[in-house]
Nanobody, 123 residues
Framework: QVQLMESGGDSVQAGVSLRLSCVAS??????MGWFRQAPVNERVWVTS????????AYADSVKGRFTISQDKAKNTVYLQMDSLKPEDTAVYYC??????????????????WGQGTQVTVSA
């Protein structure tokens, strides 16, 4: 059983930066990712990190603005969000699964989830 806990969500103005953190109880699975869910929308994949190889991938909507990184010593994954836009408003979830294959970016294919942290970006 893996427990994930996100933190760092906030209400901010457009254009500023935020950093989200996700602490894992154990670093069991190789792939760590971030999803987001806006009201009445489906939970969608944002980014993922292969914790062994360091390979990252990003959704087109955040490419160039968001950066995923890790601190293995702390079992922690970060999501640095720069140049935030109102359309980034959502609950952000951390998740983990065995591999980071692009075939498994649907939320139903991920094994463990955090409780989510709210990010609100106003114009």
């Amino acid at each position: 059983q893996v427990q994930l806990m996100e933190s760092g969500g906030d209400s901010v103005q457009a254009g500023v930066s935020l950093r989200l953190s996700c602490v894992a109880s154990v670093y069991t699975y190789r792939c760590m990712g971030w999803f987001r869910q806006a009201p009445v929308n489906e939970r969608v994949w944002v980014t993922s990190l292969d914790t062994d190889g360091g390979i990252t991938a990003y959704a087109d909507s955040v490419k160039g603005r968001f950066t995923i990184s890790q601190d293995k010593a702390k079992n922690t994954v970060y999501l640095q969000m720069d140049s935030l836009k109102p359309e980034d408003t959502a609950v952000y979830y951390c998740a983990t699964r065995s591999t980071c294959s692009a075939f498994y970016r649907h939320y139903s294919r991920w094994s463990y989830w955090g409780q989510g942290t709210q990010v609100t970006v106003s114009a």
